[in-house]
């Protein structure tokens, strides 16, 4: 579960009905989080130019229309509590992202986010995950974090390979192919997207479609894991 491509908070709870070691899991998860926005920002930054010492002042106050503003932080409202009383996956999450897509194709609505609210969005989501890491998960992990990494690293490395195969074969630029290939957190990546010269849609659509395939495969996987290694077959929680 630790070692999963995704759904670091789903991989965590999975793993507390399993009676895993969810400690550990939250460990590995959220140091694969780390480790990949790190990798994706400073790929993204050298790839686009962003190593060039020149950066354009951000238009933090620049004139919104705080209507549209209010519009879409309410569909995006409406949509987290619709995603977690549909109970989708990451409902909180996916259903902003689904409700807001509709909208958007459809021209019913058009997100306005001014930068100042980015701003603060971002950094809800990094403390987040730096939050995640504490000094009891750190001490158990303590041993295991070599191999933690190396496993981090073999992840990222072959999402990468991944990410080759759609530059060469499918024409997609190196950055958007590695943004959308990188093995989560989906939240982190879709920050780095949206202020990189990316293909953003294309990023997204193969993040949420990477997201559903852990969460569909992770639970027979334990299963599958538990068995042969003689432990008690873990139920599946509905």
Known sequence: MGFAPGAASAMVLMAQAYGADSRLVAVMTYTRVVCVAVVASVLAA?????????????????????????????????????????????????????LG???????????????????????????K??????????RVAGKAMPRILLSVGLLIAFCGGIAAALTRWAGIDPVTAYLASSPGGMDSVAIIAASSPVDVPFVMALQVMRFLGVLLIGPPLARFVATRQGGVVPVIPT
């Not at 995950?129 to 750190?138: A, H, M, P, V, Y």
């Open 46 to 98: 050298v790839m686009v130019g962003g190593g060039s010492g020149h950066h354009p002042a951000a238009a933090w106050f620049a004139g919104v229309d705080p209507v549209a503003v209010l519009r879409t932080v309410a569909i995006a409202g409406v949509g987290a509590i619709l995603g977690v009383k549909l109970r989708l996956p990451a409902g909180a999450l996916l259903g902003p992202l689904v």
């Open 129 to 138: 995950i730096g939050l995640s890491f504490t000094r009891d998960t750190l």
């Open 101 to 127: 897509g509709v909208l958007n194709v459809t021209g019913i609505a058009q997100p306005v986010l001014p930068q100042w609210l980015l701003a603060i969005s971002y950094a809800v989501v990094g403390w």
